[in-house]
């Protein structure tokens, strides 16, 4: 079973930063897509990157949201800035294995606030 799991979130100011991690437990993942989900709303796709270090995302998160993957280290980075209220929620890591095994984090906790 890989042990997949979330970490870094906490409380922001509208306009600020942060930095999420997703570390795994075995090297056969080879692509790792975050999800988060609002209070009351459904989960919703924010972005994924491979081994190969391209990246993809939805367009709500264009120009703000960067995710990176540091294979060696089995880690992926969400790095979110200019942040505002629409974005709290859980965010959620999905790391995949060939042939689209799935494996979730329990996700970390965004709160943007004043």
């Known amino acids: 079973q890989v042990h997949v799991e979330e970490s870094g979130g906490g409380l922001v100011q509208p306009g600020g930063s942060l930095r999420l991690s997703c570390k795994w437990s075995?090297?056969?993942?080879?692509?790792v897509e975050w999800f988060r989900q609002a209070p009351g709303e459904q989960r919703e796709r924010v972005g994924d990157?491979?081994?190969?270090?391209?990246?993809s995302y939805e367009d709500f998160a264009k120009g703000r949201f960067t995710i990176s993957m540091e294979v060696a280290k089995r880690t992926v980075f969400l790095e979110m800035r200019n942040l505002t209220p629409e974005d709290t929620g859980v965010y959620y890591c999905?790391?995949?294995?060939?042939?689209?095994?799935?494996?979730w984090g329990s996700g970390t906790q965004v709160t943007v606030s004043s």
């Open positions: 990157v491979g081994r190969s270090g391209v990246s």
């Open positions: 999905k790391a995949i294995q060939p042939g689209g095994v799935p494996h």
């Open positions: 075995d090297d056969s993942i080879w692509l």
